[in-house]
């Protein structure tokens, strides 16, 4: 066999360069700047970098134009490239997809950063290798260590982020898979406090992780066995020639949306979402919450647009059936939940499944009136919203702290409209706009996935989407209730910290968004649209 | 013009909320008036031979075929002058209330006071669906803090019972909304304008199921039996002048809606579910005044009361007669007026004595004269007394039931006798009697309380005698209406006269 030379597109690939050098010399510094002098270099580095791929990501959306119907894409409607040897597609939803991840990014970053909540060291252990509880722990809190890793490992996770919607192949997507993954696994068991609990949700999701993984790749394999290609172009074209073994596709379709579905969390596979979310540090969850949803969502977008898109009719009831079970389970389990991490965790986990409405609505060009819009622009939408109030989110609930730390149980927020109206304003709104209340960019979001569902005849599925909003709504409310209306307890009550700019900007900036979004949506809505689809 | 009115206490609640606390009521105050007097301005305009008027028309999301699209037709602005009047009234009766410790202070009273005046206007003037909607769930956030922040005890639960009660219609009604969208978008170029949908041609069953999304929104609104259970609560825990935010505004978006929406872009589903909708409205009409009857709490009373009265509206509405709709946008406005100076003087009443239940006063007319007799006009109104507003819209709702079908009116007439009923027995029970001792060091109403409800006084004895500015106004909207739902029947026999006493009174 012949070894060729890869051509890569370097301008297009620019920004996943970018953010995959920045983190290579995150490493170096890591290694060669003494300790005591790594953060501000480290966190400089981190911002430069994301900053840099989101300016380069501009650029190569504006030079989209000149590669219309380019390298062989084949008429269809999608404009862009296929680069780096059929291995990377830099299209209009991956441009999109990257610019979101990258703000997303760019707030990670400045949450990571924050220091003056825990009083002068940031919310990561101060060495993860001391056992908890042990002398070696302590003496590295009282030295005040801190882990400046956790900055090239996040933007490691963002480089895998950033290919993973792009892949333009099985195995492309299993790599960006696991280099987004395993960066996570490790943050999420650095919190500072309650290490226990950071440790065993990294563990839960590493190990459920590599199962979906392992999933992955047996499915990939069943899928070349089936097609004999790993591209998605030349599946597209197996799958639309038909051929014998269809069962080996079935089981592959299905075994790749297991792992997939792992990562976006949606029922069956949502196991790992509330321990995850309540045990990693605060800032980890807000940066993963949307980041890996994003990145999972753009990649199960494209594996099923674009290589299953011939096979729709038989992977649309597998999603019918996931996306009710993620809505109905996510929204009566958040009910019952009392901490607001695993709360907003179970809504994520809802959400997903309205995300999932929106991708069962796709229809063939053909069947769409003029001037309507796709459900890849519906959910590309979506993804919009819920990172913003996702993040914003958590981001206040890093705020609201008691003596142990984050004070994440309900009864600590009792009253805490009384005590800080602005943040449990800001907070209340975030609710609202999970909630889909109008004016709220999650109006809008919802709106978007439920019409094109209803348009591609989905109707049983918009019904229990509703019925879940209506079930969702009551938790919601009845945290703003219990920040507004309800006595503070009496054994201490949360109280809001004072963070820095790195927080509060993230905060208001989530909040901006959340609210022009949910008020004028036609500038996002334009950007979305001018994406276009995606290269075939 | 519309525009102006909307974004007016809109900007006045932001203003309210970041100006200092002492300026906080004067401000408030001075904006209710600026829009009251917007509003004055937009009726003088308005030109009696119906359609839509003052229209404005914005592309706002285009992706969606949604604008931002306003106008007024005669019931329109009927409400709008309604809500217009009413909000003043209540942040003068509300003046020193607002402050009472333990509730939410009186910046946030009134700024959400006015949001809630804001957006109950854009309901009222907008005119694409979208639109509508929007605005139509976003009034429920003030509402919601009304209800919450400023009240009795337990007003926390009444609150979240409401704002539930009240996102699960509306989500119900999202899912029509979206359907309407599809179906629009399946006939051509998607479009959310109530001018381009009421001449959409929707499919007989999609246009029955839309209906019902419309339709159980606004029943949970308005509220009509079986949906009508937050009401009470809500009006028992609220101030008196949050409730006659909630009663007499932001209910009326759930006839008004049926009206507009239900009536006007889906004719055919109107007509079909007619004996289903009015089984309802009977229902309400008569369950509603009999649980009225047998409640101690004065508020509670009232909420009921009201229960009742939506159910005549309703059944107005759905006779399809012009009668039966000018009657029915009568009605709207005279239950505004009139339960608004029920719910203000009882207010007062409760200041007074500190206690809403009916069984624990008596004796009042004696010590507060003043008090006793606007209680027992705001009464009266209620009940319809010839000579006051809501009498002659009752009486029109009656003739249409009467044309309906015997039985109807029958039933609907029941509710002449059993308003008598809840409301001179309460009033016989509150303010007659031995005055007893503690009950002696009452004093009689103040000239702030007397201005905040002489204008609904004057206003439904004025209307009472010379309804002909509201029949004006809102009889060509109902010509349109009842063409545009493919109903002909008589020209509309306007009743000035006062000559057939109904019922007992």
């Known amino acids: 066999m012949e070894f060729v030379k890869p051509e890569l597109e370097y301008a297009e690939l620019l920004p996943l360069l970018i953010v995959f050098g920045g983190a290579c010399v995150g490493v170096m510094l890591e290694a060669f700047l003494p300790r005591g002098t790594r953060r501000l270099p480290q966190v400089g580095l981190a911002l430069v970098t994301v900053v840099a791929a989101l300016v380069a990501t501009v650029v190569v959306g504006m030079g989209l134009d000149e590669h219309a119907g380019a390298d062989g894409s084949g008429g269809s409607e999608g404009r862009g490239l296929v680069g780096a040897m059929g291995s990377i597609v830099v299209d209009g939803p991956t441009v999109y997809l990257w610019g979101l991840l990258l703000v997303f990014a760019l707030g990670g970053v400045a949450l990571f950063g924050e220091q003056r909540l825990e009083g002068g060291v940031s919310a990561f252990t101060g060495q993860a290798a001391a056992l908890p509880g042990t002398e070696g722990e302590r003496e590295a809190s009282t030295r005040g260590l801190e882990h400046t890793e956790v900055y090239p490992l996040l933007l490691f996770a963002v480089f895998g982020m950033l290919l993973f919607p792009a892949s333009g192949d099985l195995l492309t997507m299993f790599v960006a898979l696991e280099v987004l993954s395993l960066p996570l696994y490790l943050l999420c068991g650095l919190a500072r406090r309650r290490r226990l609990l950071s440790q065993e949700a990294a563990m839960k999701y590493f190990l459920l992780g590599a199962f979906a993984s392992g999933f992955f790749l047996y499915g990939a394999a069943l899928v070349y066995g089936y097609a004999g290609s790993v591209s998605f172009a030349g599946i597209n074209e197996a799958v639309r020639a038909g051929s014998a073994n269809h069962g080996l596709l079935l089981a592959g379709i299905g075994l790749l949306a297991v792992g997939l579905l792992f990562k976006v969390g949606a029922a069956p596979f949502q196991a790992w979402t509330p321990d995850v979310y309540q045990g990693a540090p605060t800032a980890v969850t807000a940066f993963m919450a949307a980041g890996t949803k994003v990145a999972a969502f753009g990649a199960l977008l494209r594996l099923l647009y674009v290589a299953f898109g011939g096979e729709r009719w038989s992977w649309q009831p597998m999603l019918w059936v996931i996306a009710i079970a993620s809505m109905i389970l996510g929204a009566i389990l958040a009910i019952v939940q009392n901490d607001v991490k695993r709360m907003l965790a179970y809504s994520s986990v809802a959400h997903t499944g309205f995300i999932l409405v929106g991708v069962l609505g796709v229809q063939s060009a053909g069947d769409l009136a003029q001037g309507q819009y796709t459900s890849l622009e519906g959910v590309l939408f979506y993804l919009t919203t819920y990172g913003f109030a996702m993040i914003g989110a958590f981001a206040i609930v890093t705020l609201v702290r008691d003596a142990g730390g984050e004070a994440t149980a309900y009864d600590r927020w009792a009253g805490l409209g009384r005590t800080s109206p602005l943040v449990a304003g800001a907070f209340a709104f975030f609710l609202l706009s999970m909630a889909g209340i109008p004016l709220t960019a999650g109006f809008i979001g919802k709106w978007a996935v439920f019409t094109s569902a209803l348009s591609a005849g989905a109707w049983p599925v918009v019904l229990v989407a509703i019925a879940c909003s209506i079930l969702a709504i009551t938790f919601y409310v009845r945290h703003i209730r219990l920040m507004f209306f309800t006595e503070p307890s009496q054994d201490g009550a949360g109280v809001v910290t004072r963070s820095s700019l790195l927080t509060s900007g993230t905060i208001v900036v989530c909040l901006a968004a959340t609210l022009v979004m949910g008020v004028v949506p036609g500038p996002v809505l334009d950007l979305v649209t001018g994406a276009g689809d995606f290269i075939r | ?505």
Not at chain 2, 364 to 387: D, F, I, Q, S
Not at chain 2, 494 to 500: G, K
């Open chain 2, 1 to 505: 013009m519309l525009s102006l009115l909307i974004w007016l206490p809109l900007a006045g609640a932001i203003a309210v909320a970041l100006l200092p606390r002492t300026l906080s009521k004067p401000v408030g105050l001075g904006v209710a008036l600026a829009t009251l007097v917007a509003g004055v301005v937009v009726a003088a305009s308005y030109e009696i031979d119906g359609g839509r008027q003052l229209t404005e028309e914005h592309e706002w999301i285009e992706a969606f075929g949604v604008h931002y699209a306003l106008g007024v037709d005669g019931l329109g602005l009927l409400l709008v002058l309604l809500t217009v009047l009413l909000v003043p009234l209540v942040l003068g009766a509300e003046w020193f209330k607002a402050d009472a410790a333990g509730s939410a202070g009186a910046r946030s009273f009134v700024a959400w006071t006015l949001a809630l005046e804001g957006l109950s206007l854009a309901v009222f003037c907008a005119t694409d669906v979208f639109l509508f909607y929007v605005v139509f769930e976003a009034t429920l956030i003030p509402a919601y803090f009304l209800v919450g922040g400023f009240g009795r005890d337990g007003r926390g639960a009444a609150a979240l019972k409401f704002l539930m009660f009240q996102l699960a219609g509306g989500l119900v009604l999202l899912a029509s909304v979206i359907g309407l969208y599809v179906v629009s978008a399946q006939q051509g170029e998607p479009s959310y304008l109530l001018s381009d949908l009421e001449k959409l041609d929707i499919g007989t069953e999609a246009g029955r199921w839309l209906f019902f999304g419309f339709f159980i929104a606004f029943a949970i609104k308005a509220p009509l039996f079986p949906l009508h259970t937050w009401l009470a609560d809500t009006t028992e825990k609220a101030t008196p002048g949050t409730g006659v935010l909630l009663v007499c505004i932001l209910d009326k978006i759930g006839t008004f809606g049926m009206m507009r929406f239900c009536l006007g872009i889906f004719p055919e589903a109107s007509q079909w579910a007619t004996p289903f909708v009015i089984t309802l409205a009977l229902i309400s009409v008569v369950y509603g005044a009999l649980v009225a009857i047998g409640q101690d709490d004065v508020f509670r009373l009232i909420g009921l009361t009201s229960l009742s009265h939506f159910g005549l509206i309703t059944l107005g509405v759905f006779t399809m007669t012009s009668q039966g709709g000018t009657g029915a946008i009568l009605y709207m406005v005279n239950h505004g007026l009139g339960t608004a100076a029920l719910f203000l003087v009882a207010g007062y009443l409760y200041d007074r004595t500190g206690t809403a239940s009916i069984r624990e006063m008596r004796g009042v007319e004696k010590v507060a004269p003043v008090l006793a007799g606007l209680l027992l006009v705001a009464g009266l109104a209620t009940l319809g007394l010839p000579g006051l507003s809501p009498f002659i819209s009752e009486f029109l709702v009656f003739v249409a039931a009467f044309d309906y079908g015997w039985y109807v009116g029958a039933i609907a007439v029941t509710a002449v006798v059993l308003s008598a009923i809840y409301v001179l027995w309460m009033y016989q029970r509150t303010m007659t009697g031995p005055t007893p001792p503690e009950v002696e060091g009452t004093t009689d109403l103040g000239v702030r309380e007397i201005a905040a409800v002489a204008p609904l006084m004057v206003a439904l004895v004025f209307f009472g005698f010379y309804p002909a500015p509201l029949l004006d106004v809102s009889n060509p909207m109902v010509g349109d209406l009842m063409q545009q739902v493919g109903v002909q029947d008589d020209a509309p026999t306007v009743v000035h006269a006062e000559t057939e006493g109904e019922g007992a009174h």
